[in-house]
């Protein structure tokens, strides 16, 4: 199946949620830049809507397609629409290949609605593998050292020339390894309770629903007892 044409879908189909004079978080990565995308065919065709975006790379994009960037500010957001990297059938998502996931995080926890948009190679059973971080650069290796006790392996991410890769917010990015992940909650509640970790990518209870880009359409999930 082709990938990129799952990724529009799903990002089109996600903008026609969007409702004039709405707030609107946009997501990062190549499926919520398809939702980029067609949000500015809508502006361009007369909606206003403010926008807040996760990145300062979708900021960009938003931008030359001639959408204004705002500030999240104490009136939150109406509708976030992100990617993830993966999510399981009750819609608990890793995000933060980007590396934007504090801003993702931010945005769609001030989000009303939440709606996240995939091709269907990120549907898993059972979340695994690769969990994003952004750690604070004081005193990471003692962090690291520390979090290695979740039985995960950590490790810091590779910027351009070697020095080790940071985010928009001026923090350094890594991942953590890990099998299967039996208990989502419980790794979450580990790598919350660490000091030195700003934020990490399991994104638990916050999706509403996930738009599934497919060859005929988009396929909604809503996680049971909600929507
Ligand atoms: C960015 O930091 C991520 O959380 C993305 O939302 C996630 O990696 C999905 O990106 P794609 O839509 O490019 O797969």
Redesign the pocket.
Known sequence: MDMTAA?RTAGQVAAELVEDGMTVGL???????WFILAIATRVRNGMTIRAVA??LSSERLAREHGIDISDLDARGIDLAV????QVDPDLRLI???????VR?KVVAAAARRFVV???PS?VVDRLSGRV?LELLPFGVEATLAALAETGGVFSLRDGAGGEPLRSDNGNLLGDGRFGVIDDPEGLAELLDSNPGVIGH?MFLGMADSVLVGEPTGVRTMVAAGRG
């Not at 997501?27 to 830049?33: D, L, P």
């Not at 995000?95 to 996931?101: D, N």
């Open positions: 990724k997501g990062t990565g190549s499926t919520a830049h996760t990145s992100d990617g993830a990297d995000k933060g290949f980007g590396g934007a996931l993702e948009v995939v091709d990120k994003p990518g």
